[in-house]
Every structure is written in C-alpha cells, then in structure tokens.
C-alpha cells in the first residue's frame, strides 16, 4: 500500500493529536519502515474508527481503543497514523467501562 504521507491532507490530524475521550476515522498510515507496517497489521486500516481511552499521567503513551481492543502507543508511533477531524458515528462505545 502505497501513500503519499509527506503531503498535507485537507482536515486531517494525526492519531496522537486526538483528546482524551475524542473518536475519529484513519485516513492513512505511514508505511515507509516495519513500524508503520506493523500498525497496518494491528488493524490501524483507512476507515477503522479508533477512540482514546487514557493517557498516563505525562502524557505518553495513549490507550487507543479500535476493532473491539485496546493499543497502547508512543506518541511518535500514534503521528504515524492519520485521522479525520469529522467525529466518527460508529465509534466503539466505552461509557460502560
């Protein structure tokens, strides 16, 4: 999977730029070295709706809660990832926990 990362998406944060509580949709994943890849198999896909759950108390790293489990990721690892501003209809539902 190929991806222009380097270039500027109209509306788009990375996954670490997220708020506590704050849900949005992958729009794409850098993929240039075996990390990216990696976030790819973990299930970080276009279109995966992701939520963050916590943060430690100095701010790295951050749960993320995705395709029915929970990620813990490094704030360098999570800018890999970019989101979508628009809040996201089918977010995983954590009100419960």
Do not use: Q
């Not at 509580?21 to 990390?35: H, K, M």
């Not at 489990?69 to 996201?88: I, K, N, T």
């Amino acid at each position: 999977m190929k991806s222009d990362f380097n270039t500027p998406s109209e509306g788009a944060l990375s996954l670490a730029d997220l708020e506590l509580g704050e849900s949005a949709a992958v729009r794409e994943v850098n993929t240039r070295d075996a990390i990216g890849r990696r976030l790819l198999d973990l299930g970080l896909l276009p279109g995966t709706a992701v939520r963050v759950i916590r943060r430690s108390p100095l701010g790295d790293p951050t749960v993320y809660e995705f395709r029915g489990y929970r990620l813990c990721l490094r704030r360098v690892d999570a800018a890999r990832v970019r989101v979508g501003s628009e809040p996201v209809s089918g977010a995983p539902d954590t009100s419960a926990l």
